[in-house]
């Protein structure tokens, strides 16, 4: 004797019987999804940021809102109670949903699964309510009211600092900041001082930030770093401390002559915080480790800005005649110690060392 269905008494020749139930009988008695976690989607926007809170987490809208509000619609469904191997399929009338103002949003949620291997895979359409609240997220309200942390002071030892290296602590500092601001809601700047070349205050909103944005500019710059804390206020009975990172960009500078392992020395450049010299004597270029690229290793000699220049009077290798552009002296030096490609009438930079003249770079 055949099967028939309990509900509508259809044969099992009309069609296939599962647990007693015919397959279009089944997939209404047993539903993909019984029950959501909640009975509205509740998300709350920024409303100076676009940000987007779930729970109480705070999520990073970095293009459109609807990419983060699916992200935490898949979150929520996972948290439904529902059959076995059942996935979201499609959220009908879901489009980008204003996020400047409080608003309600019917979707149309449809899944697709199936709770047993012999009936085949079935949908199932629910209604979903999404809420957009308006609020405030904490990081932007620390930062409209000037909330800092940390500060970090970029200083120099008796110099300024240059244009160039200026220009590169802005970049490093954008570079950072960019890094960081996808993992840490507090790493933001909440006041940037310039003390015109005399060096740098950045008021950090995570001192985690500051601490790590302190690290970064000292290794691509060669410096180092003093570290303090002072207390800055009592909160719930417990000491709220501000921390200080100072660093400190080296007194010498590119194109200054340096002693290393009592060899003098040209700094040509700074590689991601590796100091790159040049040896006037051998003319061999070296590249030190982060270690070695601090004043502790390195002695200043001269500043590039003392260097004299010379003008080549008569180049008759192995010797050249060059003269001082001030005082008119004319010496001959060994041509080994000038680089090549040089002619008659050449304007020229010199180390003037106590053991002889070397041709330094022009940098």
């Not at 959501?36 to 999520?59: Q, R, V």
């Not at 719930?236 to 080296?250: I, W």
């Not at 800005?305 to 060994?334: C, R, W, Y």
Request: negative net charge; proline residues 5%; hydrophobic residues 35%.
């Amino acid at each position: 004797m055949g099967q028939i269905c309990c509900k509508c008494g259809k044969s099992d020749s009309e069609e296939k019987i599962v647990e007693g139930f015919c397959i279009s009988c089944y997939t209404q008695e047993f539903p993909l999804i019984i029950s959501f976690p909640e009975k509205k989607l509740n998300i709350t926007a920024c409303k100076l940021c676009g940000d987007l809170m779930y729970h109480s987490k705070w999520y990073k809208v970095l293009n459109q809102p609807s990419d983060v509000i699916r992200d935490i619609l898949d979150g929520f469904v996972k948290k439904a109670k529902k059959a076995k191997g059942t996935e979201l399929v499609l959220v009908s009338d879901f489009d980008n949903p204003p996020c400047d103002v409080a608003s309600k949003h019917p979707l149309k949620v449809i899944f697709e699964g199936s709770p047993n291997p012999e009936v085949p895979l079935y949908q199932q359409e629910m209604e979903l309510d999404l809420v957009i609240n308006i609020g405030v997220c904490e990081r932007c309200a620390k930062f409209n009211r000037g909330y800092f942390e940390s500060i970090v002071q970029v200083r120099s030892d008796r110099r300024e600092i240059n244009e160039d290296e200026q220009r590169l602590i802005s970049e490093l500092i954008k570079t950072k900041r960019e890094e960081s601001i996808s993992g840490n809601r507090m790493a933001y700047i909440a006041k940037f001082v310039d003390q015109t070349r005399g060096g740098i205050d950045l008021y950090i909103g995570s001192e985690h930030f500051a601490k790590s944005i302190a690290h970064y500019l000292a290794e691509n710059l060669a410096a180092s770093i003093d570290y303090s804390t002072k207390l800055k206020s009592v909160k719930d009975g417990k000491p709220v401390y501000l921390s200080t990172y100072c660093v400190r960009v080296p007194y010498f500078e590119v194109g200054d002559l340096v002693e290393y392992q009592n060899e003098p020395h040209q700094v040509i450049r700074f590689n991601s915080g590796r100091v790159e010299l040049f040896n006037l004597k051998t003319r061999d270029h070296k590249t030190l480790s982060h270690k070695e690229s601090h004043p502790d290793y390195l002695t200043i000699i001269k500043k590039k800005v003392n260097l004299p220049k010379f003008i080549i009077v008569a180049l008759q290798p192995p010797s050249v005649s060059i003269m001082n552009s001030v005082s008119f002296e004319t010496i001959d030096i060994d041509s080994q110690f000038i680089f090549d490609d040089h002619s008659d009438g050449d304007e020229i930079i010199m180390g003037d060392l106590p053991n002889g003249l070397f041709e330094c770079f022009d940098i």
